[in-house]
């Protein structure tokens, strides 16, 4: 029964988990809100507030899951891709972990976590299965084979699902990160209201740059037209917006799992945890005769059990790394 230490630092949350025998025991995240104010993550802050949280987070995992930190046999940690001051803060203490308590030292794709999310409770997924994995920082729609043998179908071609969220609502005078927001106005508002543009992109790439301009133009437009337009249309704007970031994404998924042939269907990341794509995929699953997986909310966003979930994999199949390990600011799926 294998009780591994998760440690996520690849952004601004930092997380750390315990599971057991593949069970999570332990989730817990240190949100950072020093960044509202900048509108956006900043990478120095980001790491200064992961070396003040990253001790007493791995602390309150460990009591939590009613376990003392001589029973860990392994410390899983993200190697990448992210912001590289922040893996290296997460690095480095799995690093000094392994090496005081003698355990084995176990590295994992930030990317590849988010998918094996889906391994963290019943029902699980089959392979081979698909997954659309939609964040802050990616957009991939990659064909999952085995726990670590991934195929990237396709990927954005310039902003990620989650930052044409929060550009989004950026250029609608909402603060960071304004993907949940949009979420919740969206929920008031019509999403037929207004028509953005879907991009044509050929094959499974995805494209958001052109959206984010139409809005912007279409908004500085009707606010010229009728001064307090955005305040009094916000809810209808933002149905519309999702309505659109998600039709963009539903379609591509189709045809990916046309073209793979597979029936197992998943989303997940942070963008995942967003009410009108789960509606829709699931509506499209129905239709379509898909088994859709759709993580609980809080292995959407960033967070350690999905990193211990990988960790516990790569423990069973003996995967470990040495203390030369260092992380990647990028780093394939
Ligand atoms: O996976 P994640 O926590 O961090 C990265 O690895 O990037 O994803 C964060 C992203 C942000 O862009 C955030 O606005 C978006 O996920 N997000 C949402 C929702 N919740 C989080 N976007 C739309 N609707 C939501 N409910
Ligand atoms: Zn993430």
Redesign the pocket.
């Known amino acids: 029964m294998p009780v591994i230490l998760g440690i996520e630092s690849?952004?601004d949350e930092t997380s750390a988990a315990i599971s057991i025998d593949g069970k999570i025991r332990s989730n817990i995240i240190a949100n950072q809100t020093v960044h509202e104010k900048f509108g956006g993550v900043v990478p120095e802050l980001a790491s200064r507030a992961h070396q003040q949280n990253i001790i007493p987070a791995v602390e309150q995992a460990i009591r939590e899951a009613k376990v003392h930190k001589n029973d860990i046999d392994a410390v899983a940690f993200t190697r990448g891709p992210g912001l590289l001051g922040s893996l290296l803060v997460g690095t480095s203490f799995a690093k000094a972990f392994a090496l005081a308590r003698h355990i084995p030292l176990i590295e994992v794709n930030?990317m590849q976590a988010?998918i094996l999310a889906h391994f963290i409770e019943e029902p699980v997924p089959e392979f081979p299965f698909l997954c659309l994995t939609v964040?802050?920082?990616h957009t991939q729609l990659v064909l999952v084979k085995d726990y670590f043998k991934m195929e990237l179908l396709g990927q954005t071609l310039d902003d990620a699902a989650?930052?044409a969220?929060?550009k989004t609502a950026k250029i609608l005078g909402l603060p960071y990160?304004?993907?949940?927001l949009?979420?919740r106005y969206a929920q008031q508002g019509n999403a037929k209201a207004f028509a953005f543009p879907e991009p044509q992109i050929p094959g499974l790439n995805f494209s958001f740059s052109g959206l984010k301009t139409a809005i912007l133009y279409f908004v500085q437009q009707k606010e010229q037209e009728a001064p307090g337009f955005l305040q009094s249309r916000l809810h209808d704007i933002c149905a519309s917006v999702q309505e659109r970031i998600v039709s963009i994404l539903l379609n591509k998924l189709r045809r990916a799992a046309e073209e793979a042939g597979v029936r197992d269907v998943a989303i997940a990341?942070?963008?995942s945890?967003?009410?009108g794509l789960r509606n829709s995929l699931i509506t499209l699953g129905e239709h379509l005769g898909w088994r859709v997986f759709i993580p609980r909310f809080e292995y959407c966003?960033?967070n350690a059990a999905m990193i211990a979930i990988a960790g516990h994999h790569k423990y069973r199949a003996g995967d470990f790394v040495g203390q030369d390990v260092a992380p990647l600011a990028r780093y394939s799926v």
């Open positions: 690849s952004c930030h988010h964040s802050g920082g989650g930052e969220f929060d990160p304004g993907g949940p949009i979420d990341g942070g963008v945890a967003n009410s966003t960033d």
